[in-house]
């Protein structure tokens, strides 16, 4: 098994910045792919950005690409999500989640199987 934990949502205005910490722990070894999720009331989950824990392609939504980054600390099995130029519409429940399945759509929630509580994120304008 393996426990993902989630750290570092708050409030901030439109235009900030947060970066989002993902501590795991466990039989890390079995994930061979990591990202982050986000929810917003009322909307299904949404996949964020994802890359591989080894050498591969990282991947983002369209509504992200260029504003926020994925990245992963081997030596501290943490995965990091830096995100700028905070908008409103951002605002929502974010998910760390890894997976030892070889699904193909990086976005889908059902090829991850390894999640974490989740950390609020709340952007006002």
């Known amino acids: 098994q393996v426990q993902l934990v989630e750290s570092g949502g708050g409030s901030v205005q439109a235009g900030g910045s947060l970066r989002l910490s993902c501590a795991a722990s466990g039989n890390t070894d079995r994930t061979n792919r990591m990202g982050w999720f986000r929810q917003a009331p009322g909307k299904e989950r949404e996949g964020v950005a994802s890359m591989y824990t080894g050498r591969g392609p990282t991947y983002y939504a369209d509504s992200v690409r260029g504003r926020f980054t994925i990245s992963l600390d081997n030596a501290k099995n943490t995965l990091y999500l830096q995100m700028n130029s905070l908008k409103p519409e951002d605002t929502a429940m974010y998910y760390c989640?890894?997976?030892?399945?070889?699904?193909?759509?990086?976005?889908?929630?059902?090829?991850?199987?390894?999640w974490g509580q989740g950390t609020q994120v709340t952007v006002s304008s």
């Open positions: 989640a890894g997976t030892s399945l070889d699904g193909d759509i990086w976005s889908r929630p059902q090829n991850y199987n390894y």
